[in-house]
């Protein structure tokens, strides 16, 4: 039988960074409630030339390098901080990395549940022709009110999978579990910036989602809980994935022990919320810091607010350490901009007219950049 997963994954984020200890003595905060009670020490921000496009295409591009476009005849692009109503932000990044006319491009959303949707589309695009390759790019940037209790929570980054048959990293799974309810946990109005959030709701929904998508997912064939040796979870802040897994061993009444979780925690404390792609690079993370993952089951829980769970599970290749590329995430997080708090604030404040034409000042590093906007459009250019 054929075998479809991913195959290979890179992750990039933003040229700033702001300390959440530096946010929490802005605030009058003790920083131990963002360090230990969210489980968060650093939050990506980006420079005033980057966006979901910007990032998504350096994650892209980084991974095209290595595995080239041949059989990718479709790319996916999932957001909820998408930067056109109408136009693919997908199409940018086709257009910046010159991929082939012969190629599928459209925009998902569902909050942070698209990166899924991306995924399982994917693996059904496979299933029909096993030699068709599928680019699946999530990238989010997560803004909420400043000083709102969603502050700290903020971050951004993008996650980009080559989805195949025979895969190098992980196999998915055929048996998912599936859940939607219409929950007024959390959106982004059309004309607004920065999202509206009900944060105890938001807790509430994300675990009725966990424990309905694993319901789902015991009645569609699913792995007993025993079976699964690692979990995934998607991580606004990483405590919410430790509190996903104490409901789910309270649901399944099994004995579940925080460990296995640690290794999925090691870039998405220091990112902050990447919305739909955090549970990837969640499960880079897990790749590039747990090296007994050879032939180990992975439970995924993917969230999105609105609200939708789904539960899979993949299979850890047997030679997948051999598949792996520490760089350059790890030193692009290291060298990432120090900012200040002023600096953060007016870099939150700086929202620029959509429709009014303006260059934007050059910044960021990174391979692509937002140029600003010239007859009402969007500009992007290799930096
Ligand atoms: N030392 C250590 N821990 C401390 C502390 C201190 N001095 N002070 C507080 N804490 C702990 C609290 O005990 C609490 O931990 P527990 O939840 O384990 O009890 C934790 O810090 C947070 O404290 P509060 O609940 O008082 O924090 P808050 O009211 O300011 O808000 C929040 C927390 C609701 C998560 C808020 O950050 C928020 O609204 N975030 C955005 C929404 C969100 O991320 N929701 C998650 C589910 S929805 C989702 O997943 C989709 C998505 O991506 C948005």
Redesign the pocket.
């Known amino acids: 039988m054929t075998t479809i997963g991913i195959h290979d994954i890179e992750l990039a984020t933003t040229h700033n960074v702001l300390p959440l200890a530096d946010l929490a003595a802005a605030r009058g905060v003790?920083p131990?409630?963002f360090e230990?009670?969210?489980g968060q020490s650093l939050m990506s921000v980006p420079a005033v030339d980057e966006d979901p496009v910007t990032m998504g295409a350096t994650a892209a591009a980084r991974l095209i390098e290595r595995t080239g476009t041949e059989g990718i005849r479709s790319l996916l692009f999932a957001t909820e901080s998408g930067v056109d109503q109408s136009k693919s932000a997908g199409m940018f990044i086709h257009g910046l990395l010159g991929l082939p006319q012969a190629m599928r491009v459209a925009e998902i959303k569902q909050?942070?549940y698209a990166g899924t949707v991306a995924l399982q589309s994917a693996l059904g695009v496979i299933a029909r022709d096993p030699e068709a390759k599928v680019l699946v790019v999530m990238s989010d940037i997560?803004k909420?009110e400043l000083a709102g209790?969603?502050e700290?929570?903020q971050g951004a980054g993008a996650v980009a999978m080559l989805i195949s048959a025979d895969p190098a990293l992980v196999e998915i799974e055929p048996a998912t579990g599936v859940y939607s309810a219409d929950v007024d946990?959390?959106w982004r109005p059309n004309d607004s910036t920065t999202a509206v959030?009900d944060?105890?709701l938001?807790?509430k929904?994300?675990l009725d989602a966990l424990s309905g998508s694993w319901d789902d997912y015991q009645a569609n064939g699913g792995h007993p809980i025993g079976e699964i040796d690692r979990f995934l979870y998607?991580q606004?802040?990483t405590?919410?994935a430790r509190?996903g897994h104490r409901e789910l061993a309270k649901h399944t009444g099994a004995e579940l022990t925080e460990d296995v979780l640690e290794a999925s925690f090691e870039y998405n404390r220091n990112l902050g919320?990447t919305?739909g792609a955090?549970i990837y690079s969640g499960l880079i993370s897990l790749l590039h810091h747990d090296d007994d993952l050879a032939g180990k089951r992975v439970g995924f829980y993917s969230?999105?607010?609105g609200s939708a769970g789904e539960f899979f599970t993949g299979v850890v290749r047997d030679d997948y350490r051999e598949h792996l590329y520490r760089e350059p995430i790890q030193s692009e997080l290291a060298e990432r901009n120090v900012i200040t708090f002023d600096e953060y604030v007016e870099l939150h404040e700086n929202v620029l007219p959509s429709q009014a034409d303006a260059e934007t000042p050059r910044v960021t590093k990174a391979p692509f950049r937002f140029a600003g906007i010239k007859g009402g459009a969007r500009q992007y250019e290799a930096n």
């Open positions: 003790d131990a409630k230990i009670g969210l909050a942070c997560a909420y209790s969603g700290p929570t946990d959390f959030v944060g105890a938001s807790l929904a994300y998607h606004p802040f405590k919410m509190k919320n919305y955090s969230y999105g607010s």
